[in-house]
């Protein structure tokens, strides 16, 4: 069986859309594309390395698929950081085709179809952007780990990680580490069902 892990950039207030740059998602009129840049350093590409590192297959909704897909084909390798050879699994309703290598469109029902692949023998599930399809994902309680990045600032609006999809669930802490200009580094491991108590 193999684990589904969501990577994500994310606000002190939740946000996820556009990271990486100004044009990437403006939907909804976001004002704050490319709001993670001015805190990239060695530090963090030392962590993508780490946390990135092949053998993994992609699981990508339509949006991060076009990007990706417009962007890591003209990467040579090594540089690629391995997406280029990995497989990606591509959930949407609208595309037809798919013409960046090794990709196969996932029909039909999507937390159904990720079930299956986690089941299934191979190299752990990576999910990037997808912010729709990460609602999906954990709604059905599909997300193994949680590779979060959280930066010092708030955006004020935009896609969130925890939105409509978000379910009670409790997690682990498998390791953290914050940048030297106040990035937090956390991973999480899903670790059962939410416990409560009392202080009275």
Do not use: C
Request: charged share 25%; glycine share 10%.
């Amino acid at each position: 069986m193999r684990k589904l892990v969501v990577l994500s950039f994310i606000s002190l207030d939740g946000v996820i859309q556009a990271p990486g740059g100004p044009e990437e998602d403006t939907s909804s009129g976001f004002a704050y594309g490319g709001w993670t840049v001015k805190y990239f350093n060695d530090f963090l590409g030392r962590v993508m390395s780490e946390q990135m590192r092949p053998p993994f297959a992609l699981l990508l909704g339509r949006r991060t698929y076009d990007i990706f897909a417009g962007y890591w084909p003209k990467v040579a390798s090594p540089d690629d950081l391995g997406f280029n050879e990995a497989k990606k699994y591509v959930a949407s309703r609208t595309l037809t085709a798919l013409d960046w290598n090794n990709s196969e469109l996932i029909k039909g029902d999507a937390a159904e179809a990720v079930r299956k692949l986690k089941e299934e023998d191979g190299p752990d599930l990576h999910v990037h952007g997808s912010g729709n399809l990460i609602q999906t994902l954990l709604r059905h309680d599909l997300v193994d780990e949680l590779r979060l990045k959280i930066f010092p600032l708030t955006l004020g609006k935009g896609k969130r990680l925890f939105s409509e999809g978000a379910i009670p669930a409790a997690f682990t802490l498998l390791n953290g580490e914050i940048s030297p200009n106040g990035v937090i580094v956390a991973t999480y491991q899903r670790a059962g069902e939410v416990e409560t108590g009392s202080f009275a």
